[in-house]
C-alpha cells in the first residue's frame, strides 16, 4: 500500500527494508509531547490569522490533547509503517477528528517541525542538566566548608608538590562545574530562537505569524532565515560540547576518586551505597560507580564526534542524514544526567580520612618551595640559588631517611651558616598552607572566603 502522507506520487509502498532504514519513530517518540506543543501552538496561530476556522483550530487541539493522553497512559499504537512521530500524531489526529486534521499542516513541513521539537528537547534538557550541576557544586561546597583546613597533598605529575586543602581542591572543580553551568546558559541563549514557520526551507506564502507561535512555544523570538532554520543543528552540537566537557571534568573527579580510596592511599572512604564487593575476594570494597562516571565520557564524547561527522559536508537545507541527531542526544542526555547524579552521591556520602590525608601531605619533602621561600625572604638569596640550597637540603634529608623538618640545624648551618632555627616553622605542612596567601591560593582563609562567594552566587 502506498503512503498514507504521499500516496499521491506513489504506486506502491516502500521496500521493508527501506522501511527499517528510514523509520525513527522507534526513538523520535521520545518527543511527543514537544511535537503536540509545536502543533497546537501552530493551529491556534493558524485560526488567528484566518488560515484555518476556529472551529478546526478547536477540534485539532483536543485531538491533540487526547493523542497526548493516549501516549502519556501508553494507550497509543505507534506504528513504523508511519515513520515518526509526527507522521504518527497526524495520523492519528485524522482518525480522531476526520478532514479537519488534513488542515493542521497548512504553512508547515516536518523539517521546521523537527526543528521546533528538537530545540524544546535539547532546551529543556540543557536546563536539567544546569539543575543537575547546581545540585552537585551545593554537595561540594559542603564538603569545601567541613574540610577548609585539612591539609592534604597537592600533586604535579601526581607527585607530591606542595600542601594544600581539601577544601581548596573541592573549590578547583567547583570552578570547573559552574563553568560548564555558565556553558548551559550561554547555549540556551543562543538556542533561543523558534525554527516554526521556516516550512520545507523557503518560508510560505500565508500569512502567518512566526512572533506569535514563538511566544507560545517560550522562545525568544523567531529565527531569521528559512534555510538555516531548517539546517542548523548547532544548538545540538553544543549541547553535546557542554555535555563532554562537563563529563570530562566529571572523569578527572571520579578517577581521583578510585585512586584515593585505594587502601594504598586511603584519603576517601566511599559509603557502602555507591560501592560493590567482589564474588571471590572477601575484603573487596570496589569504587564501580566512580569507574563508571569515569569511562561514561567515552559515550558522551562520541556522540559529539558522531553529530559532527554527520553535519559535516551537508549541503543545505534539510537532509535525511539530520535524522541521525537524536539518538545521540537522548543518550548523551540521559547518560550526562545519571553521571552527575551518581557524582553527587558519592560526593555527598562519602568520608574524608583527615589523618591519611596530613601524613600523606609531608611526604615527598613537600615544604621544600616553603625553606626555599624562606632564604628568598630572610637571607635575600636569588631564587634561582635558594632553589639549589634548598635542592641539596632535600638530598641530604632522603639520603638520611627524614623529612626536611627533621635535619639538624648544624647539617642546615652546613649549606649556609645564616640559616637560623626560626627556619622550622615554615617546614611544617600546616604552616605551609597557611602562608599561601595570595588570591586564588590555598590558605584556609581564602578557602572559606570562596565558599562564601559561591553561595552568593548560586543563591545557597
Ligand atoms: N524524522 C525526520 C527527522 O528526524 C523528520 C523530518 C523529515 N523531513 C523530511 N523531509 N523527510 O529528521
Redo the contacts with the bound molecule.
Keep these: 500500500t502506498s503512503n498514507e502522507m504521499w500516496g499521491g506520487r506513489f504506486s506502491s509502498g516502500p521496500a521493508a527494508i527501506m522501511e527499517e532504514i528510514n523509520a525513527?519513530i522507534e526513538f523520535?517518540k521520545r518527543l511527543y509531547a514537544e511535537d503536540i506543543a509545536g502543533s497546537k501552538a501552530h493551529a491556534t496561530m493558524l485560526a488567528q490569522r484566518g488560515i484555518i476556522s476556529d472551529e478546526d483550530a478547536a477540534a485539532i487541539s483536543q485531538g491533540l490533547d487526547r493523542i497526548e493522553r493516549e501516549i502519556a497512559e501508553e494507550t497509543f499504537t505507534f506504528s513504523r509503517e508511519r515513520?515518526?512521530i509526527?507522521m504518527n500524531v497526524e495520523a492519528r489526529l485524522a482518525e480522531l477528528i476526520g478532514p479537519a486534521a488534513g488542515r493542521l499542516h497548512t504553512a508547515r513541513?516536518?523539517?521546521d517541525?523537527?526543528a521546533v521539537d528538537f530545540r524544546l528537547f535539547v532546551k529543556k534538557t540543557l536546563q536539567q542538566t544546569d539543575a543537575a550541576l547546581t545540585a552537585l557544586l551545593a554537595a561540594l561546597l559542603d564538603k569545601a566548608e567541613i574540610h577548609a583546613e585539612t591539609v592534604m597533598p597537592g600533586f604535579t605529575h601526581l607527585q607530591s608538590a606542595q600542601p594544600v586543602t581539601y577544601g581548596h581542591h573541592c573549590l578547583a572543580y567547583v570552578e570547573m562545574f559552574a563553568r560548564d553551568r555558565s556553558r548551559c546558559r550561554d547555549a540556551i541563549e543562543r538556542l533561543d530562537e523558534c525554527p516554526l514557520g521556516a516550512a520545507?526551507l523557503a518560508g510560505t506564502g500565508f500569512s502567518i505569524d512566526r512572533h506569535a507561535t514563538a511566544t507560545a512555544l517560550g522562545f525568544r523570538e523567531p529565527t531569521r532565515n528559512s534555510i538555516d532554520s531548517v539546517s542548523d543543528r548547532d544548538f545540538a552540537l553544543e549541547f553535546l560540547a557542554v555535555a563532554s566537557i562537563a563529563a570530562t571534568h566529571l572523569s578527572r573527579m571520579a578517577e581521583e576518586i578510585v585512586i584515593w580510596s585505594t587502601p594504598q592511599f586511603r584519603f576517601v572512604r566511599l559509603s557502602d551505597s555507591f560501592s560493590t564487593g567482589s564474588s571471590i575476594m572477601p575484603q573487596k570494597k570496589n569504587p564501580d560507580a566512580a569507574e563508571l562516571v569515569r569511562a561514561k565520557v567515552g559515550r558522551i564524547s562520541g556522540a559529539l564526534v558522531s553529530l559532527l561527522t554527520v553535519m559535516k559536508g551537508l549541503p543545505l537545507a534539510?537532509s535525511?542524514d539530520?535524522?541521525e541527531?537524536?539518538e545521540q542526544v537522548f543518550d548523551a542526555a540521559d547518560t550526562l544526567a545519571l553521571a552527575l547524579a551518581a557524582m553527587t552521591g558519592m560526593i555527598t556520602d562519602m568520608t574524608i580520612n583527615d589523618d591519611a590525608m596530613r601524613a600523606a601531605a609531608g611526604a615527598g619533602f613537600s615544604t621544600a618551595t616553603d625553606l626555599a621561600d624562606w632564604l628568598v625572604r630572610e637571607l635575600k638569596m636569588p631564587f634561582r640559588e635558594a632553589h639549589h640550597v634548598t635542592g641539596r637540603a632535600v638530598a641530604l634529608a632522603e639520603e638520611a631517611g627524614i623529612g626536611l623538618e627533621a635535619l639538624p640545624l648544624d647539617v642546615l648551618q652546613g649549606l649556609d651558616k645564616r640559616i637560623t632555627s626560626a627556619v622550622y616553622a615554615v617546614l611544617s605542612v600546616d604552616a605551609s598552607v597557611r602562608s599561601r596567601t595570595s588570591f586564588g591560593g590555598t590558605a584556609p582563609e581564602n578557602v572559606t572566603r570562596q565558599i562564601a562567594y559561591w553561595r552568593g552566587r548560586l543563591g545557597s
Design positions: 525513527s523520535d515513520e515518526d509526527h513541513s516536518r523539517n517541525q523537527v520545507a534539510y535525511k539530520m535524522q541527531d537524536k
